[in-house]
Structures are given as structure tokens and as C-alpha cells.
């Protein structure tokens, strides 16, 4: 099955610098990467995605990169805030199965 | 439009005592996940059901976990007798199927196995 790995497990950065979260993923023929957000005690929230015919998604601050040769993909936050603080979760999903692998996370604290 | 419901919010039992969660998804959504999430782990899905049918519950343990859809819409996620390692956030999420593959969350039942 599917086997996605996410880096760094914890991150804090400076308010206004950026912030990469990286992710790899075994199964080439995964095709939707989704981004969710999970702020402490709440749901995960979409951010943002990307699909396997897209190298490159931008959304505002927030940015998604997809490497398909080398199974990665990357999220991008430019001028961060403290209100973007939260653990973030990258997934992938096979083709037809619509089934989300998620990484383990990763805990942002941007620091005012 | 109303997000997933899901209830009860909290739920604390004794090991091998019984529990069920309910979930509601999103009006119109065919396609209905039970994930667990673990404390600082990624969610990790139990079982995936299209309309009132299982599509997938390779990693949902039968001999004590089971789950319905009865009339492919509002759905259970049942623990029978409960472990302490059952101890997580179980979340249901929804969508809309026909290669719309956007998951959404509801707010997640907490679970407490004492």
C-alpha cells in the first residue's frame, strides 16, 4: 500500500519568514495530494491540493509543489502569521480509490 | 452549506466496555471514511463506504470494531469490546464521489479507554 513520509515533524519560524513542510510518497500511481490543517482540538481543514497533472498550485501565501519523478511534493508558506500555527498534514490518494495515506504531521509555530 | 456532524464529542469507558459513534455527512455526499487518529499521528482509515456499501475495511479490526450505512447516509462506527489502545480522535469525513475526491472533516469523537 501507500507510504507517505513528512518532514520536518516539528518547525518554528519567525513571523513574517517561510515556511516548507516536505513529503515522499511510495505509489506511483498516486494522483491527488491533498493539504489539511489541524489547529488543536478541531477538525483538519483543506488548505490546498494538487493533482497528478500539475507541477505547481498557488493559493494566496500558501503554494504546493508536486515532483512526480521523484514521488514528492512540497507546501510553501510565505509571510507567515501566528494565526497560521497548527499541525499540517500532506496525503496521497491512489488513482480511483479516492482512500487518503496521510504523513505523521508536522507542528508550525510561527513565533510573533 | 452544514459541514459533517458527528456526536458525542467525548466519550469516556472502561476497557471492555462497549461504544458507538454516529456521523452525518455532508447532504449529497456518496462517499462516507471512518478514519483514527492517535495523538500526534496522522489520521488512518478504518473503513470506506460508497452509498450503503463498504468499499474498503482492509484496516478496520473486525473481531472488535464494525461499521454501518444503512441507507447510504448517516452511519455508526461501532467498538465491541473496547482496549486501551482504541484510546484516539475517530474521524468521519465526506465527499462528493463521481471523481470529486475532496474530503472534508467533522469535528471527531475524543476517546478515552481507561
Known amino acids: 500500500g501507500e507510504n507517505v513520509e513528512q518532514h520536518p515533524s516539528t518547525l518554528s519560524v519567525q513571523e513574517g519568514d517561510s515556511a516548507v513542510i516536505k513529503c515522499t510518497y511510495s505509489?506511483?500511481?498516486?494522483?491527488?495530494f491533498p493539504w489539511y490543517k489541524q489547529e488543536l482540538g478541531k477538525r483538519p481543514q483543506l488548505i490546498i491540493d494538487?493533482?497528478?497533472?500539475?507541477g505547481e498550485k498557488k493559493d494566496q501565501r500558501i503554494a504546493v509543489t508536486l515532483n512526480k519523478t521523484a514521488k514528492h511534493f512540497s507546501l510553501h508558506i510565505t509571510e507567515t502569521q501566528p494565526e497560521d500555527s497548527a499541525v499540517y498534514f500532506c496525503?496521497?490518494?491512489?488513482?480511483?480509490?479516492?482512500?487518503?495515506?496521510f504523513g505523521k504531521g508536522t507542528k508550525l509555530s510561527v513565533i510573533p | 452549506e452544514a459541514g459533517v456532524a458527528q456526536s458525542p464529542r467525548y466519550k469516556i469507558i472502561e476497557k471492555r466496555q462497549s461504544v458507538a459513534f454516529w456521523c452525518n455527512p455532508i447532504?449529497?455526499?456518496?462517499?462516507l471514511y471512518w478514519y483514527q487518529q492517535i495523538l500526534g499521528q496522522g489520521p488512518k482509515l478504518l473503513i470506506q463506504?460508497?452509498?450503503?456499501?463498504?468499499?474498503?475495511d482492509s484496516q478496520l479490526p473486525k473481531d472488535r470494531f464494525s461499521a454501518e450505512r444503512l441507507k447510504g447516509v448517516d452511519s455508526t462506527l461501532k467498538i465491541q469490546p473496547a482496549k486501551l489502545e482504541d484510546s484516539a480522535v475517530y474521524l468521519c469525513?465526506?465527499?462528493?464521489?463521481?471523481?470529486?475526491?475532496?474530503?472534508?472533516f467533522g469535528p471527531g469523537t475524543r476517546l478515552l479507554v481507561l
Open positions: 469525513a465526506s465527499s462528493p464521489g463521481q471523481m470529486r475526491e475532496t474530503q472534508y
Open positions: 505509489d506511483s500511481a498516486s494522483n491527488y
Open positions: 494538487i493533482r497528478s497533472n500539475v
Open positions: 496525503a496521497a490518494s491512489g488513482a480511483g480509490s479516492y482512500q487518503l495515506t
Open positions: 447532504s449529497g455526499h456518496a462517499t
Open positions: 463506504f460508497q452509498n450503503n456499501g463498504v468499499v474498503d
